[in-house]
């Protein structure tokens, strides 16, 4: 386990190094120095070029003359916070970008998806979470850069086309194509993006609904439920679309 108030692990052993995550620039921006050497070491035993920092102002001067593929950040640092950071990056370029909040600061998640962050990871953490959380924003701005995914995205049984707003399912009841509305489609699209990972409901409603979570807002069950709905009439499984009760959805 780790005490740091950080990060907490059941995690023992050697990380194995991923190859393809060797080229992978992460940009760390934590002010905890104990946190900070952690997460540093664990992800680049995990592969990856991390350059670290505990004070928001030499980040930001970092971030003037260096490119990262990622940057994972604390709300409160010296001299520039997060919010300051991440509204730089946003105003700059479309590096994806990781908040670090603290556990129940519901209203610092809230501003930081209102800024544009990517994801969210609330402290302590257990960095098999972070890890994954990484990964998932990493592929889905990797897989926006595909020529190959612009417009088309298939897994599995699905086929999806962007620009017909449509997803075609081959099952053995054949191939039916499915028509859905934009937000609809914007959904099932993150979800097959991220298939066996769970989304939460504050990124999906930013990701998605383009707006903050809220406990009372019930529309983003409504549109899953109707996406779930009718990929089922067409051939898919039901259970394919799961919903995990507090933390999200998930497509196996």
């Known amino acids: 386990m780790f005490d740091s108030g ?7 052993g050697e990380i194995e190094n991923v190859s393809s995550h060797r080229s992978t620039s992460i940009l760390l921006v934590e002010d905890d120095i104990t946190l900070n050497h952690q997460l ?9 070029i991390v350059r670290s ?7 930001l001067s970092e971030l003037k003359h ?9 709300i409160n640092l010296p001299n520039v916070d997060g919010f300051g950071l991440l509204n730089y990056i946003r105003s700059h370029s479309k590096i994806p970008a990781i908040m670090l909040t603290a556990y129940g600061a519901e209203e610092h998640r809230i501003q930081g998806l209102r800024f544009g962050a990517d994801d969210y990871i609330s402290k302590p953490c257990n960095f098999e979470e972070v890890s994954l959380r990484i990964e998932a924003v990493l592929r889905r701005t990797q897989n926006q850069t595909l020529p190959s995914s612009s417009r088309y995205l298939t897994y599995q049984e699905l086929s999806l086309d962007k620009q017909k707003y449509q997803v075609t399912v081959d099952s053995e009841i054949g191939s039916h194509a499915v028509t859905l509305t934009p937000i609809q489609f914007k959904l099932l699209w993150v979800l097959v993006q991220n298939s066996d990972q769970v989304q939460s409901k504050p990124y999906l409603y930013q990701a998605v609904l383009e707006r903050e979570f809220s406990q009372y807002d019930r529309s983003l069950d409504m549109h899953l439920s109707r996406v779930r709905k009718l990929l089922t009439q067409h051939g898919m499984d039901k259970d394919r679309i799961k919903t995990i009760h507090g933390k999200g959805y998930l497509l196996k």
């Open 66 to 74: 260096t490119t990262f593929d990622l940057v994972v950040l604390d």
């Open 40 to 48: 540093t070491i664990l992800l680049e035993n995990k592969g990856y």
């Open 6 to 12: 950080g990060i907490s692990s059941s995690y023992s």
């Open 53 to 59: 920092f505990h004070c928001g102002a030499e980040a």
